[in-house]
């Protein structure tokens, strides 16, 4: 496939606009920046300059969603979003999130306290060089303190003018509708793809309540992509590859989806891209969802 782009038509444009929080319209086809970094999304990535030039090229070819996180790296990520594109192009939403910590390659903890949520707020401001962040996503719900408490801060924040709009990441339906109670939630990131869709529920609940929903980990792994196999098939006939497949199943399978690949090569990204104009009949899509579901981890209840 191809994903070359003209001013008037970038390719991520063809993935379709969806507005988070009603106000906020971004192409859905996005990109995760947990892969700017290095290995176990610990420190600096491999080529820091390949980094930065996978950012702008995203940008160039139309995708104004980039998800990020303060964790990852930690700090890397966000610092290597601002050296890449600050000043920002007018449009594109920087989506964050707070509320993991960090002791080494691999390894994440949740804090939910007010106090320490405030200053991861205050401590991305300063690192995506913002006055405002447009999405910020509470990484991960601390067992260990009241959901509302943590909210709290975050909505104190929000009405501080320092947060646009508040998201959750990791989440199950009771737990977006006791969030809610505190204050208002615009998406949910989860896990899921092709061969996981455990979070099936939580999918139907913000496609439901126009919620958006960001699947991380969106390209599937294990048999179902392998070469040869039926998906690959598939893909052939419209000589494209099996994540650009797996990328267009979750751009058909819910108007509210909002993919965020992520990779550290330029190469890659526009692979990943191409998946926004590749189109299959229905009969086509429902193939793709039968033959990867008899692979797939599914929970209808959650």
């Not at 600050?86 to 994440?108: A, D, F």
């Not at 200053?119 to 067992?143: A, F, N, T």
């Not at 529920?201 to 179902?224: E, N, Q, S």
Request: proline share 7%; with cysteine; charged share 20%.
């Amino acid at each position: 496939m191809k994903t070359k782009s003209s001013p008037d038509q970038p390719v991520a444009a063809a993935s379709g606009v969806f507005k988070i929080g009603g106000d906020l319209p971004v192409h859905r086809l996005g990109f995760g920046a947990m892969r700017i970094t290095g290995p176990g999304v610990w420190g600096e990535p491999k080529d820091p300059a390949e980094a930065r030039r996978v950012l702008q090229k995203a940008v160039e070819l139309g995708v104004n969603l980039i998800d990020t996180a303060d964790s990852y790296g930690p700090e890397v990520s966000e610092r290597l979003i601002a050296e890449a594109l600050h000043p920002y192009p007018k449009g594109l939403v920087i989506g964050t999130k707070g509320g993991l910590t960090r002791s080494g390659p691999e390894k994440w903890a949740p804090v939910g306290r007010p106090e320490y949520l405030q200053q991861c707020v205050e401590m991305s401001l300063r690192r995506l060089k913002l006055d405002r962040i447009d999405l910020y996503q509470l990484h991960r719900i601390d067992p260990k303190v009241p959901v509302a408490e943590t909210l709290g801060a975050l909505k104190a924040l929000q009405q501080a003018g320092k947060i646009r709009h508040i998201g959750l990441s990791e989440v199950t339906v009771e737990q977006i509708e006791q969030a809610k109670q505190t204050v208002e939630i615009v998406s949910v990131q989860n896990l899921y793809n092709l061969g996981n869709r455990q979070s099936a529920a939580v999918l139907d609940y913000c496609t439901r309540h126009g919620l958006g929903f960001i699947p991380w980990f969106p390209l599937a792994a294990g048999k179902m992509v392998q070469p040869g196999g039926a998906l690959d098939q598939i893909a052939q006939r419209h000589q494209a590859t099996v994540s650009q497949l797996a990328l267009a199943w979750l751009l058909h399978h819910s108007p509210v989806m909002l993919p965020i690949p992520g990779t550290s090569s330029v190469a890659h990204l526009e692979e990943n891209l191409g998946a926004a104009a590749l189109q299959l009949s229905d009969g086509e899509w429902a193939e793709v969802t039968r033959v990867s579901a008899s692979h797939s981890i599914i929970r209808a209840g959650q």
